[in-house]
């Protein structure tokens, strides 16, 4: 490469059907932090990017915490939308999105009595450079594949000191 490089990850977007919904689940539930809302975007260079005349989106952003740089960007169509896809972590093209928790087991049981709907219960590691951390999926409204993840015992201990 000449001339220019990558230099951080700024957010993840994911398009959802009912942004009010997904305000609720991702601020009220998951306790992430409001960053940005715009409720009605309709810029001429947003239609160039996203490839839709006269798009009108709804915005919403989100930080894992009030510091952190990266950001999870919400978008309703308010016009163009389509429908929605089989969110299948199988699925070439799909993605998920993980997150890092302090207590993996008390973040589970605390979301699954306020209803989040989980693929399985929390799994331990067994194999690789995370072996004795804890995982688990979860679904967002829109079934977007979420993941917890509690690092092993010695990595926490790194991130401490």
């Given at each position: 490469?000449?001339?220019?490089?990558?230099?951080?990850?700024?957010?993840?977007?994911?398009?959802?059907?009912?942004?009010?919904?997904?305000?609720?689940?991702?601020?009220?539930?998951?306790?992430?932090t409001?960053?940005?809302?715009?409720?009605?975007?309709?810029?001429?260079?947003?239609?160039?990017?996203?490839?839709?005349?006269?798009?009108?989106?709804?915005?919403a952003?989100?930080?894992?915490?009030?510091?952190?740089?990266?950001s999870?960007?919400?978008?309703?169509?308010l016009?163009?939308?389509?429908?929605?896809?089989?969110?299948?972590?199988?699925?070439?093209?799909?993605?998920?999105?993980c997150?890092?928790?302090?207590?993996?087991?008390?973040?589970?049981?605390?979301?699954?009595?306020?209803?989040?709907?989980?693929?399985?219960?929390?799994?331990?590691i067994?194999?690789g450079?995370?072996?004795?951390?804890?995982?688990?999926?979860?679904f967002?409204?829109?079934?977007y594949?979420?993941?917890?993840?509690?690092?092993?015992?010695?990595?926490?201990?790194?991130?401490?000191?």
């Amino acid at each position: 490469m000449s001339g220019w490089n990558l230099e951080s990850l700024h957010h993840l977007g994911l398009t959802v059907t009912d942004i009010e919904r997904s305000i609720r689940f991702y601020r009220d539930v998951l306790g992430m932090t409001l960053h940005r809302r715009r409720p009605h975007v309709d810029n001429d260079y947003v239609a160039a990017q996203t490839g839709y005349p006269g798009v009108v989106l709804s915005v919403a952003s989100f930080r894992v915490s009030p510091d952190s740089p990266q950001s999870l960007e919400i978008v309703q169509y308010l016009n163009h939308s389509g429908q929605p896809a089989d969110t299948a972590t199988n699925r070439p093209g799909n993605s998920h999105l993980c997150l890092t928790v302090n207590s993996l087991i008390d973040c589970y049981t605390e979301l699954k009595s306020k209803g989040v709907q989980f693929k399985s219960e929390p799994v331990t590691i067994t194999a690789g450079p995370n072996a004795g951390g804890l995982v688990v999926y979860f679904f967002d409204p829109d079934n977007y594949t979420l993941e917890l993840f509690q690092p092993p015992q010695s990595q926490q201990s790194q991130q401490s000191t």
